[in-house]
Nanobody, 119 residues
């Protein structure tokens, strides 16, 4: 089985920073893209940032210049450094990995971690 475990969420004041981590474990052969999505109450889940195994990145316009995604391929871990946080960044953040495991190829999701930014 494959698991994605997130950590690092919490409550922070506007202008503050948080760092999210997501570690993938299990019978993994390779991981292609990894990314972070978020879902605010009453809204659809949206892509925040993604990174390929080669290090190419993609960001939502709303977080460009404030968030940085990175990954450690040896640890099957992806990070999201979030700076200059705004109240509108408040959401549940989900880790995603597109990978090949001993059982299949496809997308796996973490359980989600709450990020709350107070004004």
């Amino acid at each position: 089985q494959v698991q994605l475990v997130e950590s690092g969420g919490g409550l922070v004041q506007a202008g503050g920073s948080l760092r999210l981590s997501c570690a993938a474990s299990g019978s993994i052969f390779s991981i292609n893209a990894m990314g972070w999505y978020r879902q605010a109450p009453g809204k659809q889940r949206e892509l925040v940032a993604a990174i390929t195994s080669g290090g190419s990145t993609n960001y939502a316009d709303s977080v460009k210049g404030r968030f940085t995604i990175s990954r450690d391929n040896a640890k099957n871990t992806v990070y999201l450094q979030m700076n200059s946080l705004k109240p509108e960044d408040t959401a549940v953040y989900y880790c995603n990995a597109h990978l090949i495991s001993a059982y299949d190829l496809g997308d796996y999701w973490g359980q989600g971690t709450q990020v709350t930014v107070s004004s």
